[in-house]
């Protein structure tokens, strides 16, 4: 096992660095320990381009499922999640990957890409154990393909999962998924986009935008009187565009390339865009639910400085009293007050204060806020809103 008995390699350094942060060792363990499990609801935002929150609980009702509504941001709606629940283990198992094992033990469906292992005995209708590399039995069911069939096979479904360790509705299941009603988003995500409080009319970019979430929502609230830039790299590109047409935002312009190097289109931008979405690769290690992680210091540290880069070219981009919204989704000091803390100091920039509805939900920072998942129930999470004088 690994730090505060869980399966967590964390080492000595960046335990060192977490604890200040999260109140000493016992108050640590206790956020850690909550990364095992899923937050006790899934969110789910509604995507009013194309339907009204109203008329998709009503849609949802009349096929058995009841949703709430958050009380705090109207398009977010959630349903409980229940388990842990003792998954059977069967003769059979196959060895996952570490995404594939985090997503069976919610309840997904198992997929060929996942699979690293699978014994030979393996036939169509067996019932079988998926497994994490650790170990960790994560949720059975019924395998649809044969150990011939995956020697053959490079996607497509293999396992229908019918006992995982948790259960929760599957988003990609749920009425009008497919049509993009919904979009499937944790409430701190929803959180951080409704403090940048996008408008029509405005200038909004963001840097790091696939798979499409935080952009997705900012277009969603701003409408098509503002122009919204999306930029990832030239491998994202296809699927965050699908992902925009998908939900009727096929006017958000999508744009490849490194953006901490302002690519072609943004150049033009400097000093002219109102508001910058910097949601920068991370640690993750906020992320639940987990079956390991192995993570160090010099992680959080590299992750830091790299993050340092997209903030940096935000701070060019905008225009005098312009913001930045920089989030991410870790728990550590160096990605996320740091930085923020960096970004006052070394760029200028100024704290734009979270609304009462936000510290209210969240724990406020020296800057910032960040959700806890032992204290709000939610993914560990960082947020700060910044602004150029």
């Known amino acids: 096992m690994g730090v505060c008995g869980t399966p967590l390699d964390y080492d000595a350094g960046l335990m060192e660095r977490l604890e200040p942060l999260h109140g000493g060792p016992g108050v640590l363990c206790r956020e850690l320990r909550a990364l095992l499990g899923p937050p006790p609801r899934l969110y789910v935002r509604v995507n009013t381009v194309k339907v009204r929150v109203e008329d998709y609980l009503r849609l949802l009702r009349e096929t058995g499922l009841r949703f709430e509504r958050d009380p705090d941001i109207p398009e ?9 629940f003792e998954v059977p283990v069967y003769d059979l198992k196959i060895v996952v990957d570490k995404r594939a094992a985090e997503s069976v033990m919610m309840g997904s469906d198992l997929y060929v890409p996942g699979i690293l292992w699978a014994p030979k005995s393996l036939r169509r209708g067996s019932r079988v154990t998926v497994v994490a590399e650790n170990g960790v039995a994560v949720g059975s069911g019924v395998s649809l393909v044969s150990f011939e069939d995956l020697k053959a096979l490079r996607r497509g479904l ?16 749920l009425p009008g998924y497919a049509d993009g009603l919904i979009y499937g988003q944790s409430l701190p995500s929803m959180a951080a986009v409704r403090l940048l409080d996008p408008k029509p009319g405005e200038v909004i970019v963001d840097l790091t935008a696939a798979p499409g979430g935080k952009v997705g929502y900012a277009a969603q609230l701003a409408g098509p009187r503002a122009r919204v830039i999306a930029v990832d790299r030239k491998s994202k590109k296809a699927s965050l565009r699908a992902t925009l047409s998908r939900l009727g935002l096929g006017w958000v312009e ?12 943004l150049s033009g931008l400097t000093g002219r865009v109102d508001a910058v979405i910097v949601d920068p690769p991370c640690t993750n290690i906020g992320v639940r639910p987990k079956v390991y992680d192995r ?13 340092r880069g997209f903030i940096r070219a935000a701070a060019k981009l905008l225009q005098r009293g312009g913001r930045i919204l920089y989030s991410v989704c870790t728990l550590t000091w160096d990605e996320g007050p740091r930085n923020a803390l ?18 209210r ?3 406020r920072e020296e800057v910032g806020v960040s959700f806890r998942p032992s204290i709000h129930g939610t993914p560990g999470f960082y947020i700060a809103l910044l602004q150029k004088p």
């Open 76 to 84: 977010a709606i959630w349903h409980p999640v229940e388990g842990p």
């Open 158 to 173: 293999a396992v229908r999962i019918t006992e995982p360790r948790y259960r929760a509705p599957r988003v990609t299941e």
């Open 254 to 265: 999508v744009v490849a390339g490194d953006s901490r190097r302002l690519p072609g289109p």
């Open 295 to 307: 993570r160090r210091l010099r992680d959080s540290i590299s992750a830091s400085r790299y993050q």
């Open 342 to 359: 960096w970004a006052i100091e070394e760029l200028g920039l100024s704290e734009a204060d979270p609304p009462a509805w936000l510290t």
């Open 361 to 363: 939900r969240a724990m």
